[in-house]
């Protein structure tokens, strides 16, 4: 076995693989890849890694398979040579492929990350439909809280129905059906969006209003790709990964 092979699959390796494990509430099937020389190891480099997962939970985000590929990565490794934990010392990007399934997004609707994320885009579109109720658009989306949301994927389109209940426990109802289109890598447009009586209904009313309305992803989101196919979604592109701290 090379000195190079040593230094990663005894000391680099082990201690990646637990910095990944760190990051996530759940993985299936990690497996982990990495290229570097021994003089990029020991200057802290890592020419590219590669990670690919089933079932992960990352930050309450079900995923059920994750392929992904960073290059250039800076680190710590001279500390991990002392016994230090991993850590990352600056920005790099990675590319990848992300599923959903269905069940993936409504398990993860459970959680505090996208459920807020759901609120804000609800309330979002009910202030710019502007005939909703104002006593509801006029709160913050701390002071809402989402009830039983259920997300349908089809072909080209995505279903979301779910009930706002407002700080004083009012609730409001809302379904909508619309397909989701990208634009300059972190802008996702509404397609031809509806309000629906309910989540079965084939049609609804157009929110003509609404159709190409965006969502800024980020700065550090670059997606090439978004396909909704029915009961999955498929994600891929490029995202910034920070050190914690930054």
Known sequence: MSNQSRLISKVLSPAVRLWVRSQLEHVDDLQLSIEAGDR?????????????????????????????????????????????PFRLTQAFPIVGDVLLYEADVNASLQGPLLAQGVIEFLLTLLQADGEQDDALTRQTPQEIHLQDPQVALGDGQVTLAATLLSASGQPTAVVIRTGLRLSDGNKLHLDRPHWLPHAKARQGMPLRDLDGFAFDLGADVSLQTLSLEPGQLRCQGQIMVTPEGE
């Open 40 to 84: 990029q190891i020991l200057s802290g480099s890592i020419k590219q890694v590669s990670v690919s997962a089933r079932n992960a939970v990352y930050r309450g985000l079900h995923l059920s398979q994750v392929s992904i590929v960073g290059e250039q990565i800076c680190t710590n490794f001279t500390q991990v040579l002392r016994g230090k």
